[in-house]
């Protein structure tokens, strides 16, 4: 059955903390908030396009919902109960932070039918969580994801890379205790520098490098692949481009690009392949820029995912030819499925 998520964005105003990364006091000052009678609108819009049969929830995002008043909490999911009740809707799903979850919390939302809960983590490494100055700690992020899970309630984690003392290590090792969580789903955010954040006078007084585009997104072909390994699905990979998200708006520097998942994505299929082709050729890691060079080589690939395994203005041809020295052609193969490789030399 398809899933659809019909987003309501809920922004935390008056949230007490100060990441440095966000500018959420920025960006709410323009926003206006959703009120409760807006929901069925949005809701209604959303279900005439989505198809009869699919399993849809409603996702409040945006912010730390379980943050804003619990009256408030209340008025939003109220509204969505007549249609969870008519099995239009089968659930709420809504995103927070780990120090936001407790056990009177999750029994209001029980109440409610939420069915999924997303934990913005964002490190599993308490120097990094200092130094974003996210105002929880890994064992906080632990024990909330551990509490979700008890009640029976799908658990989503959210994790960034590239924050100020963020090593590629400290980044493996976050998803490793992610995995050991078990959850449902997990997104992945490299650190952008938004306008008008602690971040940004961190990289403007020259404290602060971003990852580049390529850093980041070599980095998350590794954290996708750990995550695909555990059985956990790989939701979002980089920020949704907006008006506010997009280069020339607020975003400073940093890996920004309008298709990072893609670029991701193109990487992950360039590992597959390359482990693949260094067994087949008999180098171990070490020899792969030797003898062979200039030899040419097919990979057959699902028509689905040709461009993924070319890569991004054909990255990934061009970056076999610089580190294996091997001439790749693409072609596609019907007969196989997603991740699937067959290679020819
Ligand atoms: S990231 Fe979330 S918790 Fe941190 S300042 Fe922004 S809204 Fe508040």
């Known amino acids: 059955m398809k899933k659809y998520n019909i987003p309501i964005f809920v922004p935390h105003k008056g949230c007490p903390y100060d990441c440095v990364f966000c500018n959420q006091r920025r960006i709410t000052g323009h926003i206006r908030e959703t009120i409760p009678n807006e929901v069925n609108e949005i809701i209604e819009r959303h279900l005439a396009t989505i198809p009869v049969g699919s399993r849809i929830e409603v996702a409040f995002f ?8 619990i009256e408030e909490q209340n008025a939003l999911m109220e509204r969505v109960m007549p249609y969870i009740k008519s099995g239009r809707i089968s659930g709420i799903r809504l995103s927070t932070r780990p120090d936001y979850i407790n056990d009177e919390i999750l ?32 064992a906080d992020a632990e024990a909330a994801a551990r509490l979700i899970k008890e009640y029976d309630i799908a658990l989503g984690l959210q994790m960034m890379t590239g924050l100020p003392g963020d090593t ?49 997104a070599r980095l998350a072909a590794k954290l996708i692949a750990m995550f695909e390994a555990s059985g ?16 020339g708006a607020s975003v400073v520097a940093g890996p920004f690009h309008p298709a990072f ?5 193109s990487a992950v299929y360039y590992n597959i392949a390359k482990e693949k082709l260094c067994k087949m050729l008999a180098l171990s890691k070490r020899e792969e820029a030797c003898s062979k060079r200039d030899r040419e080589v097919i990979i057959y690939v699902s028509p689905r ?36 490789l067959r290679i020819e030399l």
């Open 261 to 265: 998942g893609e670029l991701a994505e």
């Open 107 to 138: 029994e209001n939302l029980k109440r409610y039918n939420v069915t999924t809960i997303e934990l913005g983590v964002q490190s599993m490494s308490d120097i990094v969580l200092c130094a974003a100055n996210r105002g929880h700690t890994r």
């Open 168 to 216: 590629e290590e400290l980044a493996i090792d976050t998803a490793e205790r992610m995995i050991a969580l078990k959850p449902e789903c997990v997104r992945i955010y490299p650190t952008l520098v938004i306008k008008d954040t602690y971040l940004e006078k961190l990289y403007r007084s020259g404290l602060y490098t971003p990852q580049t585009v390529d850093e980041a």
């Open 305 to 340: 995912e040709i461009s993924k395994m070319t890569g991004n203005r054909r990255s990934n041809i061009d970056r076999f030819k610089d580190e294996l020295g091997l001439k790749i052609k693409i072609k596609p193969d019907n007969g196989l499925a997603y991740r699937e």
């Open 62 to 69: 945006g912010g730390s919902f379980t943050g804003i008043p």
């Open 232 to 247: 956990i699905t790989v939701i979002r990979v980089g920020l949704q481009p907006t008006e506010e998200i997009n280069e």
